[in-house]
């Protein structure tokens, strides 16, 4: 996890490329971000933040634009016009490696099973700028390759023990169902230490006692620091965790705020019970 760096840093001036407003410290700042793909409009002037130090969910009915906006804030997508700030820094276009990089990681929808990796191997794919990337240093810094792989596998085991997969370090990642993966997932995103973790429908197709691990550890993540940006169709899950929640409807923002006052709106309803487009 990231230190904590003392009090929260002042980016309320509107000069500063994250758009800040007063009395908010946005972890991640999203301004009128638009896609396009062919004639259909997936992200339409889409503007919001997300706080640090929160749990805000991203909801929407299908086809709403919530996974193309976490393309566009991640860097798989190139926005057709708007900006993307993360901890206070344009990455508007940047590729994903430079975005996670700066603090902010993403999951997917369907976690990648890494073939030939066990689950430990596969822990390792998570750390960012690590020395053994680079061809030169392997020659040139041997010692420092080393001393950080073996720091890297430490701290893997040290998040494995903690979400209670201890056990399953030495399987094959593909031999894991659908909900350990995910929480395997969870597990490598937090090797990278992010500023800012985006979870792209988290408990889909995840069993009733999994789902609840993974909310556990979510709540001891954010417990301890972390900033999340969640995308889930379980309404149940994502009202009890979250707060504060974002609608997307139409690739826009329809409303956002308390989980009480979005229940309340009759936009909300109504866009769910449109189908959204």
Do not use: C, W
């Not at 919530?66 to 997508?77: A, E, I, P």
């Not at 016009?81 to 490696?97: E, F, I, L, N, S």
């Not at 500023?195 to 408990?203: K, R």
């Amino acid at each position: 996890m990231p230190e904590p760096s003392g009090a929260p840093r002042d980016r309320s001036d509107p000069a500063r490329p994250d758009g800040g407003t007063p009395g908010r410290d946005d972890v991640l700042r999203v301004e009128n971000l638009r896609k396009t793909f062919g004639g259909l409009v997936a992200a339409d002037d889409a503007t919001f933040g997300v706080e640090r130090g929160t749990i805000t969910g991203l909801i929407g009915p299908n086809g709403a634009g919530k996974s193309t906006v976490f393309d566009l804030v991640s860097g798989f997508h190139e926005p057709d016009a708007g900006r993307v700030a993360v901890d206070g820094t344009d990455v508007t276009g940047m590729a994903p490696h430079a975005i996670a990089e700066r603090g902010l990681i993403r999951t997917f929808q369907t976690p990648r099973k890494l073939e030939g990796m066990t689950v430990r191997e596969a822990m390792l794919v998570g750390p960012q700028g690590q020395p053994g990337e680079s061809f030169v240093k392997l020659f040139t810094s041997p010692g420092e390759v080393g001393a950080r792989e073996s720091r890297n596998l430490e701290r893997a085991r040290k998040i494995l023990e903690e979400f209670g997969i201890g056990h399953l370090a030495t399987q094959p990642a593909t031999d894991l169902s659908g909900g350990q993966m995910k929480l395997v997932e969870l597990a490598r995103a937090m090797l990278a230490e992010p500023e800012i973790l985006l979870l792209d429908e988290p408990v889909a197709g995840v069993n009733p006692t999994l789902t609840k691990d993974l909310a556990a550890q979510i709540r001891r993540l954010h417990g301890a620091g972390t900033t999340f940006l969640i995308i889930e169709h379980d309404m149940d899950f994502i009202m009890d965790l979250a707060d504060p929640i974002v609608v997307l409807n139409q690739g826009r923002v329809l409303t956002e705020g308390s989980p009480d006052a979005v229940r309340a709106d009759d936009r909300v309803v109504d866009a769910y019970l449109g189908g959204g487009a």
